[in-house]
């Protein structure tokens, strides 16, 4: 609620009274988008088609993040139909603060459990939370529950703890061999490439690409069906 005052209050008065009883456009998507990221500090665009609509709605839609994750907006209306769209955008996530471990013992925030889940069970953004833990090795553990929703669990898995990849349903979303699109990250700007698999790669996961301009084998982080991402940093 507070999150939707916000953005209500940075919006023109005339947005205030007139509902959108012809639905939204992709223009009005991005700017309640823009409006709740700024509110919370957060920097980064709206990933939005020109295509791209959504159904009327009688008063503004709240927009709120996933699980803490600005990567990832939800647009919900409740009038004249209940409906939920979800939206991605390029946030910037702000590095987190390292504190004293002689007075605040904090490690790298994981993905855990809000609760207990079977073996089957699809995750939801709901059963998700990021909980830091001590100092030591990330290997296994899931640190963006981007990641993490949608997948299928394979075991029994207790509230509280931190989801592993092999307690995850493998989803390949890149395979060996298979054309990728590589987005080069760098200064708030991406740059478009084309590569070729070299290995598979589920959602979060490093990978090696071979970039087919320069016939160069980089490291990229897989992030959608077949379309891999590579910072400065990576190579």
């Given at each position: 609620?507070?999150?939707r005052a916000l953005a209500l209050a940075l919006l023109p008065?005339?947005?205030?009274?007139?509902?959108?009883a012809d639905g939204l456009d992709h223009i009005e998507i991005a700017s309640l988008v823009q409006t709740a990221m700024a509110a919370e500090g957060m920097t980064g665009q709206p990933e939005v088609s020109e295509f791209r609509r959504f159904p009327a709605c009688d008063t503004t839609p709240s927009v709120t993040?996933?699980?803490g994750n600005w990567r990832t907006v939800e647009l919900r209306c409740d009038s004249p139909s209940a409906w939920a769209r979800a939206v991605r955008t390029s946030a910037v996530m702000p590095q987190i603060e390292r504190h004293d471990p002689r007075t605040a013992p904090l490690g790298e925030p994981v993905v855990t459990l809000t609760e207990s889940l079977s073996k089957g069970t699809v995750i939801e953004s709901r059963h998700l939370a990021l909980k830091p833990i001590g100092q030591g090795t990330l290997e296994g553990l899931m640190t963006d529950p981007e990641n993490v929703i949608g997948r299928k669990l394979m075991t029994n898995l207790g509230e509280g703890r931190p989801v592993l990849a092999r307690h995850l349903e493998i989803s390949w979303l890149v395979t060996?061999?298979?054309?990728?699109a590589i987005v080069f990250e760098s200064a708030g700007m991406s740059i478009l490439a084309t590569g070729i698999a070299a290995e598979n790669g589920q959602r979060g996961q490093i990978i090696a690409v071979r970039n087919t301009g320069s016939d160069r084998l980089i490291k990229a982080i897989?992030?959608?069906?077949?379309?891999v991402a590579v910072s400065t940093k990576m190579n």
């Amino acid at each position: 609620m507070k999150l939707r005052a916000l953005a209500l209050a940075l919006l023109p008065m005339g947005a205030m009274a007139q509902p959108y009883a012809d639905g939204l456009d992709h223009i009005e998507i991005a700017s309640l988008v823009q409006t709740a990221m700024a509110a919370e500090g957060m920097t980064g665009q709206p990933e939005v088609s020109e295509f791209r609509r959504f159904p009327a709605c009688d008063t503004t839609p709240s927009v709120t993040n996933r699980s803490g994750n600005w990567r990832t907006v939800e647009l919900r209306c409740d009038s004249p139909s209940a409906w939920a769209r979800a939206v991605r955008t390029s946030a910037v996530m702000p590095q987190i603060e390292r504190h004293d471990p002689r007075t605040a013992p904090l490690g790298e925030p994981v993905v855990t459990l809000t609760e207990s889940l079977s073996k089957g069970t699809v995750i939801e953004s709901r059963h998700l939370a990021l909980k830091p833990i001590g100092q030591g090795t990330l290997e296994g553990l899931m640190t963006d529950p981007e990641n993490v929703i949608g997948r299928k669990l394979m075991t029994n898995l207790g509230e509280g703890r931190p989801v592993l990849a092999r307690h995850l349903e493998i989803s390949w979303l890149v395979t060996e061999g298979t054309p990728v699109a590589i987005v080069f990250e760098s200064a708030g700007m991406s740059i478009l490439a084309t590569g070729i698999a070299a290995e598979n790669g589920q959602r979060g996961q490093i990978i090696a690409v071979r970039n087919t301009g320069s016939d160069r084998l980089i490291k990229a982080i897989v992030r959608e069906r077949n379309k891999v991402a590579v910072s400065t940093k990576m190579n």
